[in-house]
């Protein structure tokens, strides 16, 4: 009896451990090279544990109805022999309780977060540990405020920053590929309605191209304008991103981007500053390492 209580307790576990290594595993970039026989859409590592849950399900479902129908077999073929009778029954009475095992399982994870039984990993994006080397407000080396020329020339931009006319022209080099940037750049501090890329690093535009080069088309939305952005400024690796595609596609593209062109993990889909689900945000705050 001991042995057959490990045996439950043990698949309640690899259940909550599956999604507990798929919430870590959203932070590292890592792509499986082979697929899941039956889950051909499976592309990265949450995606994965999505599919294995799912096969899961199935396999104990079937698993149990063949176990109950071998042990109602087994009963109606006893002709009465008692020891045959207990059998069926331990049969029958070993798929119901790993069942019943399954479904604890399923409504812990339904209680924990309910995207979890659907297998959309995605969401849990928001529950990532945030970086605070990057996350922090932008504090400017100037003394002058709003309304002071943008860039000041007063003070140097950081070393491997580019002014706003290089990275554009960067960005553009490629007609078929070119990265579009929503608004001309900023003049002054406090200036609504632009988006300025001045002292950006040369190696944030590197990492953009390479992006668009990977088949992400997208526009730049937010730079180093630390006025309207409070943890963009000059010298951050920090951008907004707008994807140009349909919001039901923002999910796949975040997580393609959360595996590659050194995007850090404290990334994320954004709306007013706020952590949310990609499907309803308005840009997507790019951290790269």
Excluded at 113 to 135: C, E, F, K, Y
Excluded at 148 to 177: C, F, V, Y
Excluded at 255 to 271: A, E, I, Y
Aim: charged share 15%; glycine share 8%.
């Amino acid at each position: 009896m001991k042995r057959k209580t490990k045996i439950y307790l043990s698949t309640v576990f690899v259940f909550l451990a599956c999604f507990l290594v798929a919430h870590f595993s959203l932070a590292y970039d890592y792509t499986p090279m082979e697929k899941i026989p039956g889950f051909e859409d499976a592309k990265y590592f949450p995606d994965y544990i999505s599919a294995i849950y799912k096969f899961g399900l199935w396999a104990i479902g079937i698993a149990a109805l063949l176990m109950v129908s071998v042990g109602g077999f087994m009963y109606f073929t006893s002709a009465g022999n008692t020891a045959n009778l207990e059998k069926a029954k331990a049969v029958i009475r070993d798929a119901i309780i790993g069942v019943i095992a399954v479904m604890v399982a399923w409504l812990l994870l339904y209680v924990i977060n309910p995207d979890l039984i659907g297998g959309n990993l995605s969401s849990m994006q928001n529950m990532r540990v945030s970086d605070s080397s990057t996350s922090t407000e932008y504090i400017p080396p100037t003394k002058t405020g709003t309304g002071s020329a943008w860039p000041d020339s007063a003070i140097p931009l950081p070393p491997g920053t580019l002014l706003d006319d290089e990275a554009r022209n960067r960005l553009s080099t490629e007609p078929m590929k070119a990265i579009a940037v929503n608004k001309a750049n900023c003049t002054y501090v406090g200036q609504e309605s632009c988006t300025s890329l001045d002292g950006i690093p040369s190696s944030t535009i590197d990492k953009l191209v390479a992006i668009r080069n990977g088949g992400t088309d997208f526009t730049v939305t937010g730079g180093t304008e630390h006025w309207l952005h409070k943890t963009h400024g000059p010298g951050r690796s920090i951008v907004d991103i707008y994807p140009n595609a349909s919001k039901s596609e923002w999910d796949a593209i975040y997580l393609r981007l959360m595996n590659s062109f050194g995007v850090s993990p404290s990334s994320f889909c954004d709306l007013k500053g706020q952590r949310v689900n990609c499907s309803v945000a308005s840009h997507i705050h790019l951290i790269f390492n």
